[in-house]
């Protein structure tokens, strides 16, 4: 990797890994695609370049990727899982319209390109727990099938024309950067802000809604890994599953009890992220990844809880009480 285009890279995921890459390849290497109405701002917007590249636009992407002369292209545009409920047409014409257009253009100039798919890519009929790599994937959501559609893409690219697509299932991503908006794990997130904010948290998902989820650190880091990885250790591409941690929100919600021992949760159940939560896996096997590119999660529950509230209270400028338990 030596010129990088991330597309959609004012995200959840893009306004840190646009970041991390400046920081490991050069500022000047690394170009911020955004669209209207998702401008880059403050550090993001000033230490490197930034286009509009609009992934329903082919010429766009053509157009950076000449302009730079870029040869890896991280694709992260997406509607998250909920919000692609809503809108599913337009879930389709990013997740697969978008997706083909990129692949398109790095068919034409030779770049190598990383889409994220998702636990969301499994559905009710896969193994629930422990899911392994290579299973069942019909899932019942757009979003869902957008991802088993991009997956497949990407290895008919990789196949039928040698261009160089990796991928990893990203768990529900937690941060204290960007919010992530509109997706089902997305409480794993608001519910550090409720406890740093003082407020009461009123969970979507009901007890027992196990989901696979990952600190930003760590999911940063696959991203960067899976793209380094030699490619004669690849028997998969698109995708691995890649995971870390898997909890409920009463075992999140008594994690961060642990540190801040008056934090108060309500249960105010959101049907329909409850049916997505319902049809995803509780946990993933992510042996494959392991084996074939070194995969290796940094974070547990416990030492991201405490960096998050950390962090959070320095960005929300609010006083954390030290652990109890330490
Ligand atoms: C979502 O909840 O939609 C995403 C995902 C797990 O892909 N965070």
């Known amino acids: 990797m030596k010129n990088i ?41 000033e230490s490197g370049p930034a286009e509009i590249v609009d992934i329903t636009n082919p010429q766009q992407i053509a157009d950076t990727v000449n302009k730079y002369g870029i040869d890896t292209i991280y694709n992260l545009a997406a509607l998250l899982s909920a919000v692609a409920e809503a809108r599913p047409q337009l879930a389709w014409k990013i997740g697969v319209g978008g997706l083909y257009n990129t692949l398109e253009v790095a068919r ?14 499994f559905g009710p009929s896969t193994p629930h727990v422990k899911t392994p790599q290579d299973t069942i994937q019909r899932p019942e959501t757009i979003y869902g099938v957008t991802k088993v559609t991009g997956e497949m893409l990407s290895d008919y690219y990789a196949r039928r024309f040698g261009v160089d697509t990796r991928s990893v299932r990203f768990p529900g991503l937690i941060s204290y950067t960007t919010l992530p908006g509109g997706g089902t794990t997305d409480y794993a997130v608001d519910i550090y802000y409720s406890a740093v904010k003082g407020e009461t948290f009123k969970c979507p998902l009901k007890p027992g809604t196990f989901m696979d989820m990952m600190y930003m650190p760590d999911a940063l880091r696959a991203a960067i ?36 021992p008056d934090f108060k949760m309500e249960y105010e159940l959101d049907p329909l992220r409850q049916a997505i939560a319902d049809s995803w896996p509780d946990s993933l096997d992510d042996t494959c990844a392991r084996q074939e590119w070194g995969w290796k999660p940094e974070f547990d529950l416990d030492s991201m809880t405490q960096d998050m509230l950390a962090n959070l209270k320095i960005k929300l400028n609010k006083e954390v009480s030290e652990p109890v338990h330490a």
């Not at 034409?108 to 890519?121: D, L, N, Q, W, Y």
């Not at 793209?227 to 998969?236: I, N, R, V």
Request: aromatic residues 8%; negative net charge.
């Open 5 to 45: 285009l991330v597309i959609g890279a004012t995200g959840q995921i893009g306004s840190e890994l646009t970041m991390k890459l400046r920081g490991l390849y050069g500022p000047d290497n690394v170009v911020c695609g955004y669209i209207p109405g998702a401008e880059p701002k403050g550090v993001l917007l």
């Open 108 to 121: 034409e100039k030779g770049c190598a390109v990383f889409t994220p798919s998702s636990i969301g890519s």
């Open 225 to 260: 890994e899976i793209m380094e990885a030699d490619p004669t250790k690849l028997h998969h591409r698109n995708s691995f599953n890649i995971a870390s941690m898997s909890f409920d929100p009463e075992i999140i919600y008594n994690k961060i009890r642990e540190y801040m």
